[in-house]
């Protein structure tokens, strides 16, 4: 995760100077033919006029609310893959200047996908299936409206120290596990409300709602941790902690999982690796089945 590309303000911004730029030239381009028509017929003609219409950046959030399952998995539980940015956000860049974390990120996701798919024990569900922007809140949305009994973020790291390298799980928590966490589940916020409690009947059922929904999560993570150790490196601790807007809105068990560094040349190696990618979808499916299991003995 580029939490400076995820406060989106230079993205937008050089969207902006590319929409003005591209505007100028427009707006150029038909002076130049409104100027050699007038000359031409020397009539002023209204319709000639620069075109009405905004020059719109963003696309509506492509909702996606398809269901993968083989057949033997109707009625499974439902499990939301999030990859992580997309479309005018890539998110961290490979150190090689050759990658963006957006198209790993999907990647990854469908390998994911694919292989809890295939296992048949969940059924599954992307936020995003192919190079779409989302905002948090249409990524919580997809779980939300599937009543979805998981929501799973896929992402990459990106750290000013080129050495930092390792797979690490963020879990929702209302109290940050480091100052690290902290600043990236701030980051990635990016001023997305937080419902604060009031007191009344409503907000202490949420509020526990919340608690079920935090210590559910810390067991989903700590599983990964499990299937994810000996198979592919993970950092010192690699179970965190934070506030991330996008887990608490899901509201179901939902985990941010950071699969390595692209700020690190070996792990930009292994996360553009099929092979190693086709790894990290099985543990990660392993794990999200025994928590599904897990929960189905409750
Ligand atoms: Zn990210």
Request: net charge negative; charged share 25%; glycine share 8%.
């Amino acid at each position: 995760m580029d939490w400076r590309s995820f406060l989106n303000f230079p993205v937008e911004k050089r969207a902006t100077v590319a929409a003005i730029a591209a505007a100028v030239v427009v707006l150029g381009a038909i002076g130049v033919l409104v100027g050699s028509r007038s000359s031409a017929t020397s009539a002023s003609d209204g319709a000639a006029q620069s075109p009405k219409g905004s020059l719109t950046v963003d696309l509506p959030p492509a909702a996606n609310d398809k269901i993968y399952g083989a057949a033997s998995a109707r009625g499974r539980p439902i499990v939301v893959i999030d990859a992580g940015h997309g479309g005018r956000d890539p998110g961290a860049l490979g150190v090689s200047g050759e990658v963006a974390e957006k198209d790993l990120t999907l990647s990854l996701a469908r390998d994911l996908r694919d292989r809890l798919v295939e296992r048949g024990r969940v059924r599954v569900a992307m936020t995003r299936d192919g190079d779409a922007y989302l905002t948090l809140d249409d990524r919580a949305a997809v779980a939300e409206r599937l009543d979805a009994a998981m929501f799973v973020s896929l992402h990459m790291d990106s750290a000013p120290n080129p050495l930092a390298r390792g797979a690490s799980v963020y879990s929702l928590s209302d109290v940050a596990s480091d100052a690290e966490a902290a600043h990236l589940a701030a980051e990635q916020n990016d001023g997305a409300g937080q419902s604060q409690g009031n007191g009344s009947v409503d907000s202490i059922l949420s509020e526990l709602a919340m608690r079920s929904q935090m210590s559910a999560s810390a067991d989903l993570a700590s599983r990964l941790v499990k299937k994810a150790a000996g198979r592919f490196e993970l950092r010192p601790e690699p179970h965190r902690f934070a506030a991330f807007h996008v887990l608490r809105r899901a509201e179901a068990p939902a985990v941010l999982f950071e699969a390595g560094y692209l700020s690190n040349a070996d792990d930009e190696l292994l996360l553009r690796d099929p092979k190693h990618r086709s790894d990290i979808a099985l543990a990660l499916a392993q794990a999200i089945e025994a928590d599904v299991a897990a929960h189905a003995r409750r």
